[in-house]
């Protein structure tokens, strides 16, 4: 009975003893100082800010447009605020992919959150004043002073007073930076002048270069071949 007795009590005061030297530490991932081995959570966690950014994630705009900046917030873990600063590398006069990074520090270190800014080539760059360069000649002869406005839906885009002496107008699609004037025909007095074209803008919207290719049956003046024209934005 005793040799029973002294198992029993050996046994409890094993378990005390294993229960007692248990690891305690922060258990929390989410915390600065997280111990991967703690095996009970002794409230210790520490907390950098969390940071939540306002408005849009990712924001988009045209290229020209105003970039306004919606910021962020950062708060502690108890609630109580903190100070964030921003840091921007959005070019709202070139196409392309930006950053807007934001950091908040506390006594336990920094968090940062970011924001992504795509500048954007629109129907709306396309909708400006335009003059024209090129070496058509007379066999397509454009005017220096076409007329951009826009077609049918968000990718549609006319050009009129195409040509000098008789006018005219393209149909075209855009696509982003890119410009597809599919094959057309104008009529004309003498004859007829059939044409298509592809270009494109650049990253800054202000220079489309398209190369045209056409067949003119105007008399004296026609031709067939290929020419490049490059509108610059005025």
Do not use: H
């Not at 009970?40 to 045209?62: H, Q, S």
């Not at 360069?133 to 007329?147: E, I, K, Q, W, Y």
């Not at 393209?170 to 007095?189: C, E, F, R, Y």
């Not at 002048?193 to 190369?211: C, D, E």
């Amino acid at each position: 009975m005793k040799f029973y007795l002294s198992i029993i009590a050996a046994s409890a005061l094993l378990l005390g003893t294993t229960t007692s030297c248990k690891k305690k530490g922060c258990m929390d991932q989410d915390a600065v100082n997280y111990n991967s081995e703690a095996k009970k959570d002794d409230g210790t966690c520490k907390y950098t800010p969390t940071i939540t950014v306002n408005g849009n994630n990712p924001e988009n705009i045209n290229v020209g447009d105003t970039y306004t900046d919606a910021g962020a917030t950062a708060t502690n873990k108890d609630g109580s605020s903190v100070n964030v600063t921003t840091s921007s590398q959005v070019d709202a006069t070139t196409k392309g992919t930006y950053t807007v990074t934001y950091t908040a520090t506390n006594e336990n270190g920094s968090a940062t959150a970011t924001r992504t800014v795509n500048v954007n080539i629109g129907q709306d760059n396309w909708l400006v004043t335009w003059a024209v360069a090129s070496d058509c000649g007379n066999a397509f002869p454009l005017t220096p002073d076409p007329v951009f406005s826009a077609g049918t839906g968000a990718n549609g885009l006319v050009i009129d007073n195409m040509f000098n002496l008789f006018g005219g107008t393209a149909n075209a699609t855009i696509n982003g930076n890119n410009i597809n004037i599919p094959t057309q025909t104008i009529d004309v007095t003498l004859g007829q002048v059939t044409f298509s074209g592809v270009g494109s803008i650049n990253n800054q919207a202000n220079t489309i270069t398209i190369t045209y290719t056409y067949d003119n049956t105007i008399p004296l003046i026609g031709g067939q071949g290929t020419c490049v024209a490059t509108y610059t934005k005025q």
